[in-house]
């Protein structure tokens, strides 16, 4: 009998030291990635301190027309407070003239409204105010976590519903690139007031725990199992969403809003692969564009010649 209750203390304590350090091993790969003091806000703060950033400053006309405009403007800083009561932080720039035409330009994962300035640029060009939010875990965000779309489309919802309070005229085209991408397809997924007349997603991925999937070997070269499955117990546990519940693809499926789908075809951050999978799962009008010789979040300013007449003949059938 006193043999059975040592293996029975031992495997229990081996048990627990197994558990505490899987979940150990999960709060380390979520926090690293997700918290704002993780990898998240590592990037300098001013973006052409980057090297990558200056590198196209410098060598690519139309990113550098597109940063100096974002600089020039001014943005307005805008702050709206949320169901969490948080409060929510975008910049604001809008046009000299009144206009009821609104982009909701949606930044990725580790970036900042200045970022998305190639795309914003071209809308304000076209008439649109421009409303960039910050995402959750980002910048001036008062989350300390980003959940990858999850909690952030609720957010962009609440800014759509800041416009339609301030201009119940507005028209509104969502766009976003990578997990602003995925954000963008996530909002497309919930009921939406009609001012909402279409999305564009850009290289956004299928499936969260697909993507963390694919990402910890190139990244971290670490393997999928253990550490993604512990990395989503933790966050279950601690910041309340499951990795597996957070699926684009899946909103798409039961989306209404008219979206188009564009992706770099050298893009292996977030797989090429994806832009397939997520265009064929959606139940709205679509469109697609595929954009050669771009890779990750580069369509924009490295194809600007093919990627605007598409926007454009896109937007312009659901935006007068």
Request: hydrophobic share 40%.
């Amino acid at each position: 009998m006193a043999d059975i209750k040592k293996i029975i203390k031992g495997t229990c304590t081996a048990a627990a030291v197994a558990a505490g350090a899987y979940l150990s091993a999960g709060a380390v790969i979520f926090e690293g990635a997700l918290s704002r003091w993780g990898y998240i806000n590592m990037k300098p703060e001013e973006p052409l301190n980057e090297e990558y950033n200056m590198t196209k400053y410098l060598n690519n006309e139309y990113f550098r027309s597109a940063d100096d405009w974002f600089v020039a403007s001014a943005p307005v800083e805008t702050k709206l407070l949320n169901a969490d009561g948080k409060t929510l932080h975008a910049e604001v720039i809008m046009q000299p003239e009144e206009s009821h035409k609104w982009a909701i330009v949606i930044h990725g994962y580790s970036s900042r409204p200045r970022s998305m300035a190639k795309q914003g640029f071209g809308f304000w060009q076209d008439g649109y105010n421009c409303l960039f939010p910050y995402q959750r875990g980002h910048r001036k965000s008062e989350h300390n976590h980003c959940s990858m779309g999850y909690f952030e489309r609720y957010d962009v919802i609440a800014w759509i519903n800041y416009i339609v309070s301030i201009d119940p005229e507005s028209q509104i085209v969502l766009i976003g690139e990578s997990m602003g991408a995925a954000t963008t397809m996530l909002v497309t997924g919930e009921d939406l007031p009609e001012n909402v007349k279409c999305a564009i997603e850009d290289c956004g991925f299928t499936d969260c725990n697909e993507q963390f999937g694919a990402q910890i070997g190139n990244i971290l070269h670490l393997p999928k199992f253990p550490f993604i499955p512990a990395a989503n117990t933790y966050s279950k546990l601690f910041h309340g969403w499951d990795f597996k519940k957070c699926t684009p693809v899946e909103a798409v499926a039961r989306s209404k809003t008219p979206t188009l789908f564009i992706h770099g075809e050298k893009d292996t951050f977030v797989p090429y692969d994806m832009l397939a999978v997520n265009y064929d799962a959606c139940a709205a009008e679509k469109d697609i564009l595929s954009v050669p010789d771009a890779e990750h979040a580069e369509a924009c300013d490295v194809h600007p010649e093919l990627y605007w007449p598409k926007v454009r003949e896109f937007v312009g059938k659901y935006v007068k």
